[in-house]
């Protein structure tokens, strides 16, 4: 039996997941429009190839990717791009972000593909090739990009690769019914990252609260050496230093990878999504989206293309908009508030939330910190979680970076168990926005003045050099000077006066 560890702090908030788990996974089926934002990953974001009017096929790529840290977009279904504009997109601030909008037409036609299921017989590197070109992101999370992950330092030892089933947020359970349903395809995106990092071990972690998927999993790995590794329950188990922690006992350095300790780890969502696109050349066009709260009727979860509007599934899974308070797209504890029912599911959507007021109330205001350090017992990355919250509020930036502020994996734990129901989780958001921002504003003001630095050193160096021709041009005529006070020459001043009386004679006789 594996040993298994703990990590720092952790809460149990209620798991509300048995509401969504009662049916098999539905397909949403196509909506109307779909909305594809070129940016559904961290990085820089695609670039659209197609124009409006054009009529696209299902896996067709429709945006590139633009630089290292990108990946490329595809069409969910086949139809004709109608638009290619900004529209509002998930995301805390609810702002808007180019997209590209395809009407599609019921036919589902797919672009000639193919994969490569003897992945075997293939170079890692290419396989990383074909990942990257299939526009897979880490769909557990921030979304970044798979091929970047898996692209480690030559001289970097993989000891341990871990699939990450934990979903250890409440009311999400589209891992949990991807690792029962479709357990085959994990173990065969698996075997493809094992083929690719050559691990010293390939582990799937899972917490002891989806016993379905364990045997499911447990089932599929049958002589694979791929081990199947489940813990105690406890949140926030699913970030991914506290999920390194929990199998190998190893803390991943403050601002460091995990490959750093020799680790890789990667969701079972992606990993599905990597299997798919090896085995038979499909790219990522649709995603597991739990659907849940007491203000549907019809909880569950849906296989649903990206780009499809939050209105489309919400009506599927039966919702009634009277009955709630606020839409969340992803869990009660790290989602962020949706005003708008059209924004498109992207690759990260893992649920939407759909409470109603006595199911997930309304937050009380804000009282006083009461100094009880409830937060830092709760924290899991181990930090201060109180004194962020004064230097946010002092916009205390170098405070916040010294005490390490961008380790915050964002959990929400701190804000869940303060007895003065102080909103923590959201000023460490905002005073991260407020850093990046300082940054990047420093990064662009060093560049001008590095340009203005560097027109000065050309102006003095060609003042420099016009000193330099003239010092040498005066040097040269008093030697002429002295050579014709020798009588060895002619004096200069007397030809050049001669010279100017001869034109001027010149003239006048013209
Ligand atoms: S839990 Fe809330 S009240 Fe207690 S120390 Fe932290 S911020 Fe202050
Ligand atoms: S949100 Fe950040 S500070 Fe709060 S408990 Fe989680 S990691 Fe710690």
């Known amino acids: 039996m594996r040993k298994i560890y703990d990590f720092h702090g952790g809460i149990h908030p209620p798991e509300n997941k048995h509401q969504?788990?009662?049916?098999p996974i539905e397909a949403a089926g196509i909506p109307q429009q779909l909305i594809i934002p070129l940016s559904q990953h961290i990085g820089a974001p695609a670039a659209s190839v197609v124009t409006v009017g054009e009529r696209v096929l299902k896996g067709q790529q429709i945006a590139e990717a633009k630089g290292f840290v990108s990946v490329p977009q595809h069409a969910p279904t086949s139809g004709v791009i109608s638009a290619i504009e900004n529209r509002v997109i998930a995301h805390p601030s609810g702002f808007s972000a180019p997209c590209i909008v395809i009407d599609t037409d019921g036919l589902d036609q797919w672009i000639d593909h193919s994969g490569q299921p003897d992945f075997e017989s293939?170079?890692?590197?290419e396989l990383i090739k074909l990942i990257r070109s299939a526009g897979i992101a880490g769909m557990g999370g921030a979304g970044f990009p798979t091929a970047v992950k898996l692209t480690v330092k030559a001289a970097?030892?993989?000891?341990?690769l871990i699939l990450n089933g934990t979903e250890c947020e409440p009311y999400i359970t589209a891992d949990d019914v991807l690792m029962r349903e479709r357990a085959e395809q994990i173990i065969r995106g698996a075997t493809i990252l094992r083929h690719i990092l050559s691990p010293g071990e390939t582990v799937i972690g899972v917490e002891d609260n989806k016993p379905e998927a364990i045997a499911a999993l447990r089932a599929a790995a049958e002589g694979t050496g791929v081990d199947i590794v489940s813990f105690p329950t406890k949140y926030p188990s699913g970030?991914?230093?506290?999920?390194?922690?929990?199998?190998?006992?190893?803390?991943?350095?403050?601002?460091?990878?995990?490959?750093?300790?020799?680790?890789?780890?990667?969701?079972?969502g992606t990993a599905v999504a990597i299997a798919n696109a090896v085995d038979k050349g499909e790219p990522l066009i649709s995603r597991i989206t739990t659907v849940t709260g007491d203000a549907v009727d019809k909880p569950r979860n849906f296989d649903v293309l990206l780009g499809t509007p939050m209105a489309f599934l919400l009506d599927k899974a039966a919702y009634q908009a009277g009955k709630n308070n606020r839409l969340i797209m992803g869990g009660p504890m790290m989602g962020f508030s949706t005003p708008r029912v059209d924004v498109p599911i992207v690759k990260t959507t893992n649920c939407i939330l759909a409470p109603t007021e006595s199911e997930l109330p309304t937050p009380p205001p804000a009282q006083a910190c009461i100094r009880c350090g409830m937060c830092a017992d709760a924290c899991p990355a181990s930090l201060l979680p109180q004194q962020l919250f004064w230097f946010s509020q002092g916009k205390e930036h170098e405070k916040l970076e010294e005490h390490k502020l961008f380790d915050c994996i964002e959990c929400g734990a701190c804000s869940w168990v303060c007895p003065s129901h102080i909103p923590l989780v959201q000023y460490y958001r905002s005073a991260k926005a407020d850093i990046l921002k300082a940054r990047s504003d420093n990064e662009k003001s060093e560049q001008s003045r590095a340009r203005f630095?560097?027109?000065?050193?050309?102006?003095?160096?060609?003042?420099?050099?016009?000193?330099?021709?003239?010092?040498?041009?005066?040097?040269?005529?008093?030697?002429?000077?002295k050579k014709a006070a020798a009588g060895d020459g002619e004096d200069p001043i007397q030809a050049a006066i001669e010279r100017a009386k001869a034109k001027k004679a010149a003239q006048e006789s013209s």
């Open 20 to 23: 969504s788990v009662g049916e």
């Open 156 to 160: 970097t030892k993989i000891e341990t």
């Open 239 to 268: 970030g991914e230093k506290q999920l390194i922690e929990i199998l190998t006992d190893k803390q991943v350095p403050s601002g460091g990878l995990p490959s750093d300790i020799g680790v890789v780890c990667q969701n079972i």
């Open 453 to 481: 630095e560097a027109r000065e050193e050309r102006l003095v160096q060609l003042a420099a050099e016009r000193e330099a021709k003239r010092a040498a041009r005066k040097k040269a005529a008093e030697e002429r000077a």
């Open 122 to 125: 293939v170079e890692p590197s």
